[in-house]
């Protein structure tokens, strides 16, 4: 396993040394860890939040075309919203 320096700020290292005194982790490498593993978790979220807006953009392009577009109305945005976290 490679070994690396990182130099956290003092914002940083505040929070890495309140987390290891919860006892929540036992070390700051399982702490990276589960960082890290949280930011993957949340690129991957994101990159499937996007592919669901690509998919609703172009039904939304080819219900235009077909003159069948809907209205802006109040809520629109949020009712466009909850279909894609049902994506």
Aim: hydrophobic content about 35%; charged content about 30%.
């Amino acid at each position: 396993m490679p070994t690396r320096t990182v130099t956290p700020t003092d914002e940083q290292d505040r929070l890495i040394r309140e987390l290891l005194e919860s006892g929540h982790y036992g070390s700051e490498t399982e702490l990276l860890g589960v960082a890290l593993g949280l930011l993957r978790d949340m690129e991957h979220d994101d990159s499937a939040r996007a592919a669901a807006l690509r998919r609703a953009i172009a039904v939304a392009e080819a219900e235009e075309a077909a003159g069948q577009g809907e209205d802006y109305h109040p809520g629109l945005l949020d009712e466009i919203e909850a279909g894609l976290d049902r994506s």
